[in-house]
């Protein structure tokens, strides 16, 4: 007689306390850490006018993508050290170090201090990111694990797209409480950590350092497959073009997107909306809109899942790639709002039938005795992608797309000298110079300078991870079709 599946709240009747407390950790942790990262972009760019820093765009991708870059690289290490001095240890220095971070940033003023400081963030979510996962994995088995994970995933969602909106309430009065709002809520997590109960581990005899040692050797064994280091490589393509939804897009969206139309529409049929998120001077600030995608995931990624979970996990990301590109693509192609949120759920879309494979994918292509070796690897193209992403966010964007940048290069076409102005100096400037309103001198530039051609090198570079990602599947496993 075939034995009944576990119902759902028996399941839940399962998990120990730990699981719930680390779950609760997970979402206000997201919680703080995005609600300040889907802001940074402009923090760093705008004009010191408003409080934010006035840096170049090449500054902030600089800080942005070499910085998050090593928090992706950090987690290999980290893990060893948590294993070795305990979770609950590691999480109380991991959480100090946020708390220390996010106080001292609104104090940081330049390139240096702020990139300095950001490193310094880096190393507390790495040292939090792993552990996390595994007190999930050692408070869930074989019957609960797949309930537990998609609880962990949802906190993660649900504490990616709250943030940014609490964010977004203190941001208008002062862009430095966005770094307090985070700290309050990291003060949170270190009261709950006072429930959280170590779960438990295989304790060694092994020296931190030769942990370390072995987590590296370990590395170089993997990468020495070809198929798994293609891949890999792969990968990072399309986590550049990803991280452009936080690098880019909300800077894009302020400089080049007028949003008084969503706001007018809004007013009439919701005015209890607009009252929210709406700003004094009647425009919507970008990040509500990048925030869009988070919403997006928390609404439609069990209907994809379901969808594309008997499809080929390749076929899938092969899927996902294209249409993630297309769609971050089309939201840099355009100055209208109501586009870009179409382009929001297309790329929303292509996220969620590719991004969640990846680490399937894998554990797939693993030796059965590797599996661990290879899943090891899989932060080191988001690391990679994310460096990418701050050279297309930094330098590339600047050239092309920057509309500070474009400004002043035509007045240095009309002669004009606007040597040591601030952004907002430059602005009211130009509207005396050329005798135009702001919504005049956005659509100069935009006509003279195509800034939207930025799409063009966003969407190929996911587009070239999907192709390569399809002659990699072609030529490199094509003796494999069966069993990936």
Sequence with gaps: MKQKSPGILSIFARFPRTFWVANTMELFERWA???????????????????????SQAEKGTIMGVGTAILYLLPLITGAIADKIGFKKTLLIAYSIYFASFVIMPFCRSFATVFINYLFLALGAALFKPIISATVARTTDKETSSIGFGIFYMMVNIGAFVGPIVALQFSESAFQMVFYVSAALILVNLLVLFFYNEPERTLTQESLKASIARIFKNIFT???????????????????????????????????????????????????????????????????FTNMDALFIIAFQLLVSSLVMRIRPINSMITGFIVASIGMGMALMTN??????????????????????????????????????????????????????????????QRMSDKVSLLRREFLDRGIDVEGLTQSELFTRAYTEFNLDAAGLTQLLWDKYHPSSIWYVVSAIGLTAAAALLLYDKFLLKENHEQQ
């Design 33 to 55: 850490y995005y609600g300040f990262f889907m802001l940074f972009a402009n923090y760093l760019t705008l004009s010191t006018d408003v409080g934010a820093l006035g840096l």
């Design 222 to 288: 993997a990468l020495s497959d070809l198929k798994l280091v293609v891949f890999l490589v792969i990968v990072a393509g399309f986590w550049s073009m990803y991280y452009q939804l936080f690098f880019t897009l909300s800077v894009f969206i302020t400089q080049w997107v007028d949003t008084t139309v969503v706001y007018q529409k809004l007013e009439v049929v919701f005015p209890w909306l607009i009252s929210k998120i709406g700003s004094p001077d009647g425009t919507i600030q970008a990040e509500y």
């Design 336 to 397: 209208n709002p109501f586009f870009l949120i179409f382009s929001l759920l297309i790329f929303g879309f292509g996220e969620m039938a590719g991004s969640p494979k990846i680490t399937e994918y894998i554990g797939r292509i693993a030796p059965k005795d590797k599996v661990a070796l290879y899943m090891g690897c899989s932060y080191l193209p988001v690391a990679l992608g994310s460096y990418l992403a701050g050279i297309v966010s930094g330098p590339v964007y």
